[in-house]
């Protein structure tokens, strides 16, 4: 991973709109890294539900981000790398962090309150479907082939079996709620295109930048809504927080931006499905709960749905879509 210097990369070759990308030759190595992000993504689902009893949503999210940009920026201040100075990153870093963290975030955590757990987890899936939406009909940057959309269809298919068909039940009992889930899903998939604005910047410049945004925009309103100084929280909830910052938010997020480089917008999203298998194996080590009915059934669909996104479309010879 090349070093950047003290203003990263040129910011003017970093503001240009999505290209069409050269994805080198992949490797297993690039395929752990993927694995590796789906595993620190996973654990928000376990881990957040034991903060989020005794911290506030607002505050939770900007401890961790705040949590996550310290650890970091340690690691930067270690590797003799310095954040960039000027307005066009930061506005990048600002743009990045509101589409991808801090807009779907919220709105997906006020939408919980309305909307059942294995409902939530059927809408968060559809981001590969519009990312896919958005390459082929708008960006262009990148291949976008049918074995690609079939692969989303297989992978949202393979979540609805394992939280259950149940889920399907009661869509549109709170219409406005299950909107705003599909506008934060929407949301994370343009991050995923717009993040390739930020390949000129290392990924862990970019994750630092990005979550010390993230931390600071939210704390005046931590302050004001929450009080966070009158708040009790569990030791098992800071701990929580704790280890969802430096795992989720700046592992995943350093290793979100390595993907993206390496192997595009569309294979990158296809561990939003490897998330849904890996998430119920920690909420039953770490929570205790049951085993889903359809396990077997909906990991051999998300596995089906992962591979077809992800074998390079040069090896079938397919057409673009």
């Avoid at 940009?69 to 962090?97: E, H, N, V, Y």
């Avoid at 945004?213 to 929580?240: E, K, N, R």
Wanted: aromatic content about 8%; proline content about 6%.
């Amino acid at each position: 991973m090349p070093k950047s210097t003290s203003s990263g990369r040129t910011a003017a070759a970093a503001s240009s709109s999505p290209s069409i990308i050269a994805v080198g030759a992949r490797n297993w190595r690039d395929y752990a890294l993927l694995f590796a992000l789906a595993c620190c993504w996973s654990s928000t689902y376990p881990l957040a539900k034991l903060a989020l009893p005794t911290i506030p949503p607002i505050t939770f999210i900007s401890a961790r981000s705040l949590i996550a940009f310290a650890f970091l920026f340690a690691i930067l201040w270690m590797r003799g790398l310095k954040l960039p100075t000027d307005a066009k990153a930061w506005k990048l870093f600002a743009t990045q962090q509101l589409i991808n963290s801090t807009f779907p975030f919220l709105v997906i955590t006020w939408s919980q309150q309305y909307v059942p757990a294995s409902n939530t987890v059927v809408l968060a899936s559809t981001t590969p479907i519009f990312a896919f939406l958005i390459t082929s009909l708008i960006t262009r940057h990148e291949p976008a082939t049918l074995l690609k959309f079939a692969g989303a269809i297989l992978g949202l298919a393979g979540t609805i079996a394992i939280v259950g068909l149940d889920a399907l039940r009661g869509f549109g009992s709170e219409i406005i709620a299950e909107i705003a889930i599909l506008l934060a899903t929407i949301s994370f998939a343009c991050a995923t295109i717009f993040g390739l604005r930020l390949s000129e910047y290392d990924p862990m410049v970019v994750a630092t930048g990005s979550l010390l945004f993230g931390g600071l925009v939210l704390l005046p309103p931590s302050l004001i809504i929450d009080q966070p100084w009158t708040l009790h929280p569990t030791p098992t909830a800071i701990v929580a927080t704790i280890v969802m910052g430096i795992v989720a938010s700046a592992l995943g997020l350093m290793l979100f931006y390595v993907c993206l480089g390496r192997l595009g917008t569309l294979t990158t999203n296809a561990q939003g499905y490897l998330r849904i298998p890996i998430g119920v194996g920690l909420s039953v080590l770490l929570l205790g709960e049951s085993v889903p009915s359809n396990l077997a059934l909906g990991l051999l669909l998300v596995m089906a749905g992962v591979a077809a996104m992800t074998v390079p479309a040069e090896r079938l010879k397919l057409r673009k879509a």
